[in-house]
Structure formats: structure tokens, C-alpha cells
């Protein structure tokens, strides 16, 4: 490898150089809230997200912008110039069917290249859009959640890359009197406008409407997860896209010295996937590969195929595909030699990575690459577009979340005893559409974004070292002894502890006198422990030997230096069925809803406690 590296002092590995801006922090506390904020200040920020577009039309307008394999499995190629022609193009045909705020562009269909222009061509014209997540339209059976979104924004035009494929939820949702645009398909007995024909409008006052775009135009609608309650129409506007990419800018500037390569398949409905990776490649001059893979057993085949290929600058996954992606690059020379080459950064999305899971990937990589590369840690979420803070200093480890990147200041708030992150900012949304009284809700007297999560100081005596993760307050409860537990924490601790075999946990005890926990299980991984043919029923696979065995030792490892009842467990019960999305258990990106899940499934859960429950395992 030609990279140059350094060597990390507090583990001795050898780094794998990056070139990070590590902001100036101005720190000072009244009447018991802290305020953290960055110094350094923010550089010019494009007046509308699009400009970049323009920008790498002009200055490299034959390189790749995003690219997707095709049904002959090879890359179909869009360049910079490509894409603004095309923009052009859509943008005229969406103002010419009179779409605003009011009737916005909603697109059904997942990652592709009719979306990435369509999204382009909406921003361009001014006009807002929101991308739904497919598992709206493909998984979930009852239509409710979808009609639901679909009635908060009253869209002017609803947008499907295949008809046939999403036909059942468009038939189930849409007013007749919405236009229904299609890449390819039909709906029996609904007329729909060809994404080519849009393609085809003459430009004509697209250009000057571009020039009326501004900071406050909305960009777009992204919805909450519903990860704590229901989904909100997050408003997004230019400006707020703007700024975090050059926060993010200022944080990484090796994106401006080396245009960055993503291969990435996290969701454009998401603010990870769609905000900041997508903004990070079009700010930059760089290149999306779009990859169809997921990380399940039967998908990240593909994900894995083009690695081999595509050898990206940064690397992009959520902690599952991290693991698997580990498990891989033992094996595969090829993988490896081709995904070390030039990366220079990994992320994690979507939660924490667990320490066994760091730790595994720093080891893969001395082996493969003979250098470690740094995992980038952080703090976002949907209302700040999304990055508020990143670990860019000394420490790195699971769960520090850094500092604040230039431009966004930190109130912490003290909360039920902990401190809640309040941020301020140009990215952060001015509120959620048409509901002025959950914007209300979500800021504080001085306008700060109250994100309901706890943050602590890495050392208190050191407030620029930054912060450490402390969990969700709202998840918080106390037992019937009054003594409080910190979910966050505990179920962080649940997930490492038990890779590869949990999925996620539930933290159960609000008024009880015991904390239990409910189990979703990595099922590929248990039933291969199990040793039992394929098709095994999930209830016997969790009943095998080896399987209790293993979360037997899960419980008792939990609790070999647990402190009190705040952090010991006592009992647990594994869960043969999945999160439902019907049932808002999982959110689309595959996080759990705790109350849900808690809700639906207190009758398993009074069984684990008092007794009636064969399955449920119990703490020495």
C-alpha cells in the first residue's frame, strides 16, 4: 500500500493517514446548562444546493456522478453534464404541472438513477420532494402507514420507478386526481406520465426559476424514522444542506483535495443516505456508485461483488454490514486488496458500532493492509441535516461523538439527571411541516433543537475533548424502587456483548422491581449456532442447546460488573417473531421502536416476570 500512516499512541496501531479539521471549542456553563460551541467559523456556503451541480458541469463536466449497474450487470454512467441537461429537463416538466410547496414531488421507489434526477430536477426548479421509503409500499401489508404520509403532504405528483412492482400501494393510497409518473411498469386502469416524456420538456424558464432558489426554499420533506413516535415531515431547505456539507467540509477537507468515491446503498428516504452521502459527492465533485446490495445473507453478495470492482475513497455502513463486511475481508484477497487500496475512512451509520465490531475491523485491516483506518464517529439527526458533531481528535472509541462541527453550538441541558444535546445552527430545520405545534414543541426558548438525547463529557475538566453517547432520555424509566435506568447504555452493552447473535434488544422494568430485556435475534447466526437443518422453525432454533447456552453466558457476562439494580439484569426472553413494520415495532431503516414493541407485546412481557413463561431465561 502507498498510503502514508501514523502511528496511534494510545493503541500503538498503525493509522492509515487522513487529512481532518478539528474545530476550535469555546466552552462555559450557566446556572447548570453548558454551552459547547464551535469557534471556528463557517467558510461560504452556496446559496442553493443545485449550484454545486452546475459548478462540476462546468469544471469537470465528463466525469462520473452516479452510476448503477444495469441488466447486463454493466455500470450505466451519468456524468456531471448529463445530469444538469437532464435536470433541466425534469425541473421544466415539474413547473410546468404547477408543483409547490403545497403539492409536492413524492417519490415511492428506493435508490436509483430516475430518482437521483428527479430529486435533482425538484431542487432545481424549487419545487420540494419527499422520497418515501419502499418498505412503505413493498413490505408493509396495511396501507395506513403510507396514507398516512401520503395525506400529510397532499402531493401534486407521486413518482414510481416500476408501476407493476408498487401497483398494490398506489391503487391503496393515491387520490385519483394525483398525476402518477413511471419509470417502467403500469397500474392496471390508472393513466400514468412517462418519466421519459419528462425528460423530453423543452427547457424553457427553468433557468430563470433556478435563479429565485434560495437559502429558506425547501429542498425537501424527510420523515422521522418513528423510531420514539410517529413519523414527522422533517422540512429541509437549501440552505440547511448547504451549510452541513460545508461543515462537513471543514471536518474532512481531504474531499476537496481528493474528490471522494462512494459505493453506498443506504436510503435516500434517510438523511444519512440521502442528505449527507449524496451531498457529500455532488459538494465535492465526486462519485456515486449505486450499490443494489444489502447486508443480509442472501444480498451482500452483491455488495461484496462491487467492492471487488469499486474501490471507494470513504466507506459508508450501518454496524450488521460492518460485521459481515469484516467476516469477508478474512477470507477474500481480492475484496481486501481492492477495498484497502485507497480508502481512507470508514462511518458508521444509523447506531454505534460495537467495540468487539471496532475492534474486529482495526484487526482485519493491520492484517490485510498493515495499517488501521480511522472510523468516523458522530452525532446527527434528520432536523439538523444531519451532522452536528465528529470525533475528529485523539480519542477514538465506540460511542464518543466528538465535538461541534464549525457553525452548530451545543446546549446540555440538565434532564432527569442527565444532559440533554440542544443544537443551533443554519443546519437545523426551521420545524415540521404543517404541524406548528410539534415544532413548538421540539425548541427551547432560545431556539435551540431539543433532540430528546443525552450526551456526556468525555472529561468535564476537559470540555473540548467532547462527548460521549448516553442514550435516548426518553427511553429512560425507573424500577418500583425508585432507582433509574439508562437504556441507551444497557442496550448498547446488549448488542456488543451478544454479537453476532442479537439483533437489537428492548429494555424492559418501567415500575417493576427488575430489569428484563427482550431479545430480537441475529436468526441467520442462531440457527447456524443451532447446528439444525435450514428451515428450522425460529421458536426451535432459540430453543436449542447451543443457543440458550450462549445467551445463558450473554446474561451472566451482563451482569459480572453490574453495580446495583439500575444496571443488573434479571431475566431475559428471546422472540421468535420479527419486528413488525405494520405494527411501527421497526422503522423503515430497521431500528426498534421501544414503546411499540413494549406495547404490542406487554403480555410477553408480564409473562417473563411473573413466572408463566417456560422460555424465558433467568440470572443466577
Known amino acids: 500500500m502507498t498510503q502514508s500512516s501514523i502511528v496511534d499512541c494510545g493503541t500503538g496501531l498503525r493509522r492509515r493517514h487522513v487529512d481532518l479539521g478539528n474545530p476550535e471549542i469555546a466552552a462555559y456553563q450557566v446556572d447548570g446548562t453548558w454551552h459547547v460551541d464551535a469557534v471556528t467559523p463557517l467558510g461560504p456556503v452556496p446559496a442553493r444546493f443545485t449550484d454545486r451541480l452546475v459548478l462540476g458541469a462546468r469544471a469537470h463536466p465528463e466525469r462520473t456522478l452516479v452510476a448503477r449497474r444495469g441488466a447486463d450487470g454493466e455500470w450505466i454512467r451519468l456524468s456531471y453534464a448529463d445530469v444538469l441537461e437532464n435536470v433541466r429537463h425534469i425541473g421544466q416538466a415539474l413547473l410546468d404541472r404547477g408543483l409547490s410547496e403545497e403539492r409536492p414531488l413524492v417519490i415511492l421507489s428506493g435508490n436509483d438513477l430516475e430518482h437521483f434526477q428527479l430529486a435533482l430536477g425538484a431542487m432545481y426548479a424549487g419545487i420540494p420532494y419527499s422520497p418515501l421509503s419502499p418498505a412503505y409500499s413493498l413490505v408493509a401489508t396495511d396501507p395506513a402507514n403510507l396514507l398516512d404520509l401520503i395525506e400529510q403532504l397532499t402531493p401534486g405528483a407521486v413518482f414510481a420507478c416500476d408501476g407493476t412492482a408498487f401497483a398494490r400501494a398506489i391503487e391503496a393510497v393515491l387520490p385519483p386526481d394525483t398525476e402518477l409518473i413511471l419509470a417502467k411498469g403500469e397500474v392496471p386502469g390508472r393513466a400514468a406520465t412517462t418519466f421519459a416524456s419528462l425528460l423530453a420538456t423543452r427547457p424553457t424558464s427553468i433557468d430563470a426559476r433556478n435563479e429565485q432558489v434560495g437559502p429558506s426554499t425547501i429542498a425537501k420533506f424527510l420523515f422521522t424514522s418513528g423510531s420514539t413516535k ?38 435516500w428516504n434517510h438523511t444519512f443516505g440521502g442528505s449527507h452521502n449524496v451531498g457529500i459527492v455532488l459538494y465535492n465533485g465526486g462519485t456515486l456508485y449505486l450499490d443494489d446490495g444489502r447486508p443480509t445473507p442472501r444480498e451482500f453478495v452483491t455488495t461484496l461483488r462491487n467492492l471487488r470492482e469499486i474501490a471507494p475513497t470513504v466507506y459508508f455502513n450501518i454496524p450488521v454490514a460492518w460485521e459481515m463486511l469484516a467476516e469477508a475481508l478474512e477470507t477474500d484477497y481480492q475484496l481486501a486488496e481492492t477495498f484497502f487500496s485507497r480508502v481512507k475512512l470508514f462511518f458508521c451509520a444509523g447506531a454505534g458500532l460495537s467495540q468487539a465490531a471496532w475492534e474486529h475491523l482495526d484487526d482485519v485491516a493491520m492484517r490485510r ?47 432527569n439527571g442527565k444532559l440533554e444535546a440542544r443544537f443551533h445552527g443554519p443546519h437545523v430545520t426551521p420545524g415540521y411541516w404543517r404541524a406548528p405545534h410539534l415544532t413548538a414543541e421540539a425548541f427551547d426558548a432560545d431556539g435551540y433543537y431539543c433532540t430528546g438525547d443525552a450526551l456526556r463529557f468525555v472529561d468535564e475538566a476537559h470540555p473540548e475533548l467532547g462527548f460521549m453517547f448516553d442514550g435516548r432520555i426518553a427511553e429512560d424509566f425507573k424500577l418500583s424502587s425508585g432507582t433509574f435506568v439508562s437504556v441507551g447504555p444497557l442496550r448498547a452493552r446488549v448488542i456488543s456483548q451478544g454479537a453476532p447473535y442479537v439483533q437489537d434488544a428492548v429494555v424492559t422494568g418501567l415500575n417493576r422491581h427488575a430489569i428484563g430485556l427482550l431479545v430480537f435475534p441475529r436468526m441467520d447466526n442462531c440457527l447456524l449456532l443451532s447446528e439444525l437443518p435450514p428451515g428450522t422453525a425460529a421458536s426451535e432454533v432459540l430453543a436449542s442447546e447451543p443457543v440458550r447456552a450462549f445467551f445463558k453466558h450473554l446474561l451472566e457476562a451482563l451482569n459480572v460488573d453490574a453495580s446495583g439494580s439500575s444496571k443488573r439484569v434479571d431475566r431475559m426472553l428471546l422472540l421468535s417473531e420479527p419486528p413488525s413494520i405494520d405494527h411501527r415495532e421497526q422503522t423503515d431503516k430497521g431500528s426498534i421502536n421501544q414503546a411499540a414493541v413494549l406495547q404490542r407485546r406487554a403480555a410477553l412481557v408480564d409473562a417473563m416476570y411473573d413466572g408463566t413463561d417456560s422460555t424465558t431465561i433467568v440470572a443466577a
Open 230 to 267: 410517529k413519523p414527522k415531515a422533517v422540512i429541509t431547505t437549501h440552505g440547511m444542506l448547504s451549510s452541513n456539507q460545508q461543515m462537513l467540509l471543514q471536518t474532512f477537507p481531504f474531499f476537496e483535495k481528493e474528490p471522494p468515491v462512494l459505493l453506498d446503498w443506504l436510503p
Open 369 to 415: 493492509c498493515g495499517e488501521s483506518i480511522r472510523i468516523m464517529t458522530g452525532l446527527g439527526m434528520t432536523e439538523t441535516s444531519p451532522s452536528c458533531t465528529f470525533g475528529t481528535g485523539p480519542i477514538i472509541k465506540a460511542g464518543y461523538v466528538g465535538v461541534p462541527a464549525p457553525g452548530c453550538k451545543v446546549k446540555l441541558v440538565p434532564v
